[in-house]
């Protein structure tokens, strides 16, 4: 049942009884109502709904299509999900009486709790972090042309198409350029092509992403194309700007400027409007930057959707200082998991369904969430088939292979928990197989095979990396698999590592494997979205089994994560 706060009454007790607030939304609200002197209960119903709406990843609330896009959250079992009961103002005369709330600043005003912009509602912060990344984006895009430098030649067996060499000769002529697409369409090996045609000039090279192992990834592809550059960092987007331990302050900004005269950011995606605001407040002019990134993907898990607002835009990074270029083919998945991912993004579920009904390498699986998922034979065939070449090669002391054979297959979730989340699914996967492979499957000690993820970052590995266990000479080792090679150590070290013959969808960014078995959410599920099957389906280069059902694709395929930005507006 939702929680309802003792002390809402009125139009916003509905709305939290109908799963539309929760209580740390109605509690906001009517604190910074009460301290500006905000008496109207549907103005602090709008102040809650903003509330809400940054607590889930917008950055804002359009006031006058809230009626249409809002939804209960769909985690809270029992809420009152009939929408069209809840008492919605008219948004015209709510924007009216929003507009003339002592709690409400117009744009050009002096600072209040909240900022109405056009239809939109904004916290003030995120109102103010809008607009000024707005315009540092338009201040560089009115910088001035680089001069032209050559693109390096092709490396051997490095191969091309028209849309990867344009957007290597726009970041080459450009201050800021942006580079989407989705995996396998060459975006890393476009960077390390920039890095080595800007090269001669021994350029100060920044490489960063939101995560360590995004930025290790990048920062190894980059350095084989660059043996031996001194001039080349990486590292996370927080220690490139001296992000401090439970601040919100950096380093570096616009009176200490980043030291590089490159900055490349990979998972751009991943980025959330703070962060991307301090980046750029922290870019010297002569410094030029590439972004990188799929803007299909999963976002930000805080505030903001900045790829996806700066592509959709049009209008934040242009000539003569900006471009931005989309790469559309992907060479690294087969034809089948590439039409089935296009069917995906463009919201065509029929199309979908049909290349599932006739493809070899992708396929849907019914399933509810009532059975044992081993019960599936598929499942039985996938994780046995993976398991029993990671065994035979851990077993052999094979560490290459291991890894090898650790990318061959995986199991990814939406959900954490329950019958459609990773602890269930790895937990059914790792007692059948104790029952099938010899010495499998101990929860209390290590063993050859032993599948693992990484869960904090360390000066040697990173959250989100994966390693197995190996024999080497009768004793156990942990082979972490690193961009720059694979790191042995102990196994006790990595006692907070978690079983991995399962992960979430999230966790599985920037990751590739052979065939990934994608177990949808539930219906009505707030994660069931057109985004996290997207990500899911891109994971694989070779086969692709759905587990759900027709109308759970339905729904996933109709329903795109919906993230309000005015980012354009400004």
Request: aromatic fraction near 4%; glycine fraction near 8%; proline fraction near 7%.
């Amino acid at each position: 049942m939702p929680e309802i706060p003792i002390a809402a009454d009125g139009v916003l007790r509905d709305f939290c009884a109908a799963g539309m607030l929760r209580p740390i939304d109605f509690h906001l609200a009517r604190r910074l109502a009460a301290l500006a002197g905000e008496p109207d209960p549907d103005v602090q119903l709008a102040f809650a709904l903003a509330a809400r709406e940054l607590r889930l990843g917008s950055v804002c609330l359009d006031v006058r299509t809230a009626h249409l896009d809002l939804l209960p959250e769909a985690d809270l079992d029992g809420a009152d999900t009939d929408q069209a009961a809840l008492a919605w103002p008219d948004p015209d005369e709510w924007l009216t009486r929003i507009a003339a709330s002592p709690a409400v600043a117009a744009p050009e005003s002096e600072a209040r709790p909240f900022r109405l912009h056009d239809t939109l509602l904004y916290l003030d912060r995120y109102w103010r972090q809008e607009r000024r990344l707005a315009r540092a984006l338009r201040l560089r895009s009115a910088l001035s042309p680089l001069e032209v430098t050559e693109a390096a030649p092709l490396a051997v067996g490095e191969h091309t198409d028209a849309r990867q060499e344009a957007a290597v000769a726009a970041a080459l002529r450009h201050p800021t350029t942006v580079i989407t697409g989705g995996p396998g369409t060459g975006k890393t090996s476009i960077v390390a092509r920039i890095l080595a045609s800007l090269a001669p000039a021994e350029p100060r090279i920044a490489l960063a992403a939101p995560t360590g192992k995004a930025a290790a990834r990048l920062q190894s592809a980059v350095a084989a194309r660059l043996p031996g550059s001194p001039h080349l960092w990486g590292g996370t987007l927080h220690r490139l700007l001296g992000a401090r331990p439970r601040s919100p302050h950096v380093e570096y900004g616009p009176g200490n400027p980043l030291p590089f005269d490159v900055v490349v950011v990979d998972e751009t995606s991943m980025v959330s409007l703070e962060m991307m605001g301090q980046l750029m407040a922290a870019l010297a002019p002569e410094t030029r930057l590439v972004l990188l990134g799929d803007p299909h993907q999963l976002r930000s898990v805080e505030a903001g959707a900045v790829l996806a607002d700066i592509e959709r835009a049009g209008g934040l990074v242009t000539a003569p200082g900006g471009h931005i270029a989309r790469l559309t083919t992907n060479f690294r998945s087969n034809a089948e998991i590439n039409a089935l991912a296009d069917a995906i993004l463009a919201g065509d579920a029929a199309a979908a369904r049909e290349v599932l009904a006739s493809g070899s390498s992708v396929e849907l699986v019914d399933f509810d969430g009532s059975a044992d998922p081993v019960s599936l034979p598929s499942v039985r065939e996938d994780v046995l088939a993976a398991a029993g070449r990671v065994v035979a090669a851990a077993t052999a002391g094979d560490t290459v292979g291991a890894l090898d054979a650790l990318a061959g297959h995986r199991i990814l979730c939406g959900h954490r928990d329950g019958p459609f989340g990773v602890g269930h699914w790895a937990r059914a996967a790792r007692s059948w197989l104790a029952t099938q492979l010899p010495d499998y499957g101990f929860e209390t000690r290590s063993y050859a095979g032993q599948p693992l993820l990484l869960q904090r970052n360390t000066e040697l590995y990173h959250n989100g990396d994966t390693a197995v266990v190996i024999d080497v000479g009768g004793e156990h080792v942990a082979v972490i698999d690193r961009p720059d090679g694979p790191l042995s150590v102990a196994p006790s070290l990595l006692d907070d590592a978690a079983d991995l013959h399962a992960m979430t969808i999230h966790k599985s960014q920037g990751s590739q494997f052979d065939t990934v078995s994608v177990v949808l959410p539930p219906s009505g599920s707030a994660l069931l979205t057109r985004e996290l099957l997207y990500t899911a389906v891109t994971r694989a280069r070779g086969r692709v089994r759905l587990y759900g059902s027709a109308d759970r694709l339905d729904e996933a395929i109709a329903t795109p994560v919906r993230r309000a930005s005015g980012l354009a507006r400004h």
